[in-house]
């Protein structure tokens, strides 16, 4: 039987690709995010193709993406948020798309890009440095203010500022991690269960029905998370912007 | 909305062990570098650990906002926090 962590074997295609020591071969973890941009960009143009005035379901479903994504922005981030918005309506659709697909069982090149740390952190840590950035270039040196709370006794700051800057520099890590974690637990959990089907031969039932309800759990965990990772990079927009 | 709470307890969990991963993760650093036995790795264990309890309790009240969260901009007007969930 098929180990439950033997989905999230990287299998590389085509030609050995090495630059600089790093492997840059085509994976099946790279094949499923050119499935999800593939994805997106066809489910977007395509039911928007019609622009009806009374919209159809396709039509209204990406509307309603767009809606949801665009008064995140304007409720968390404020009407300044405005010109981040395409960076993340394409943040949260990839995400989405990537943990939606991950449940589907594609032949071959089955693989949720979402359960594997480097490419969470690296989509964190895009967030992290350009949320620091735009702090830097909007407020400038007013941005080290950051780390020490107003109100606070000043005699608190050698104990407050080391506090505050490693609580900033956790937001990466909790952000990468949360995605991560919760796919890759979830798609663990979805395996171990289907070998206790196999396992129990007639009473294996049992499981099977447990996997229908936590497949549908995986599904709200899937959009539930690319939520999470949306709505803390507009909070983390909100700081970089307002700066308390 | 339901999904808000449910996506607040996904987060608090995380970031509390971060905070711990990342203070004791930047004294061992320090400590390797500097050469100063345990005691970075120690220090910043806890000042990590405050930190990770700093955004939980952030991200719990939104108050105090300023690495944290805010709920909406309906939610954060002062007269609303005494009777807030």
């Given at each position: 039987m098929a180990s439950p962590v033997a989905q999230f074997e990287l299998k590389s295609y085509g030609p050995q690709i090495e630059v600089g020591g790093v492997d840059l071969s085509f994976t099946n973890s790279a094949a499923m995010m050119v499935v999800a941009i593939v994805g997106i960009v066809a489910f977007l143009t395509v039911s928007?193709?019609?622009?009806?005035?009374?919209?159809?379901?396709?039509?209204?479903?990406?509307?309603?993406?767009?809606?949801?994504?665009?008064?995140?922005?304007?409720?968390?981030?404020?009407?300044?948020?405005?010109?981040?918005?395409?960076?993340?309506?394409?943040l949260f659709m990839f995400i989405l798309?990537?943990?939606?697909?991950?449940?589907?069982?594609?032949?071959?090149?089955?693989?949720?890009?979402?359960?594997?740390?480097?490419?969470?952190?690296?989509?964190?840590?895009?967030?992290?440095?350009?949320?620091?950035?735009?702090?830097?270039?909007?407020?400038?040196?007013?941005?080290?203010?950051?780390?020490?709370?107003?109100?606070?006794?000043?005699?608190?700051?050698?104990?407050?500022?080391?506090?505050?800057?490693?609580s900033y520099f956790v937001?990466?890590?909790?952000?990468?991690?949360?995605?991560?974690?919760?796919?890759?637990?979830?798609?663990?959990?979805?395996?171990?269960?289907?070998?206790?089907?196999?396992?129990?031969?007639?009473?294996?039932?049992?499981?099977?029905?447990?996997?229908?309800?936590?497949?549908?759990?995986e599904i709200l965990v899937a959009v539930l998370q690319a939520y999470v990772f949306t709505i803390l990079t507009c909070l983390y927009l909100h700081d970089a912007i307002h700066l308390h | 909305m339901a999904s808000e709470g449910l996506g607040m307890a996904m987060r608090i969990g995380v970031e509390l062990v971060a905070g711990v991963g990342v203070g004791a993760g930047i004294g061992y650093l320090l400590d390797r570098w500097l050469g100063?036995?345990?005691?970075?790795?120690?220090?910043?264990?806890?000042?990590?650990?405050?930190?990770?309890?700093?955004?939980?309790?952030?991200?719990a009240t939104g108050e105090g906002l300023q690495m944290g969260y805010r709920r909406s901009s309906t939610d954060n007007r002062p007269d609303d926090r005494a009777g807030g969930e």
């Open positions: 928007m193709s019609g622009r009806k005035l009374v919209p159809g379901r396709w039509q209204l479903m990406a509307e309603l993406s767009y809606e949801f994504v665009a008064n995140m922005v304007k409720e968390n981030v404020g009407s300044e948020g405005r010109k981040y918005f395409p960076f993340i309506f394409s798309f990537s943990n939606l697909f991950g449940m589907v069982p594609i032949p071959e090149i089955h693989y949720t890009p979402t359960s594997q740390i480097i490419v969470t952190f690296a989509m964190a840590f895009v967030v992290f440095i350009g949320v620091t950035l735009i702090a830097l270039a909007r407020h400038g040196l007013k941005f080290f203010t950051f780390f020490f709370p107003s109100g606070a006794p000043v005699y608190m700051a050698p104990l407050l500022i080391p506090i505050e800057v490693i937001r990466p890590v909790s952000l990468s991690v949360r995605l991560f974690a919760n796919m890759m637990a979830g798609h663990t959990m979805l395996k171990v269960f289907g070998g206790f089907v196999v396992a129990l031969g007639v009473f294996g039932v049992a499981p099977l029905a447990l996997i229908v309800a936590l497949t549908a759990f | 100063t036995g345990p005691w970075l790795l120690i220090l910043f264990f806890f000042l990590g650990a405050a930190g990770g309890m700093m955004n939980v309790y952030r991200a």
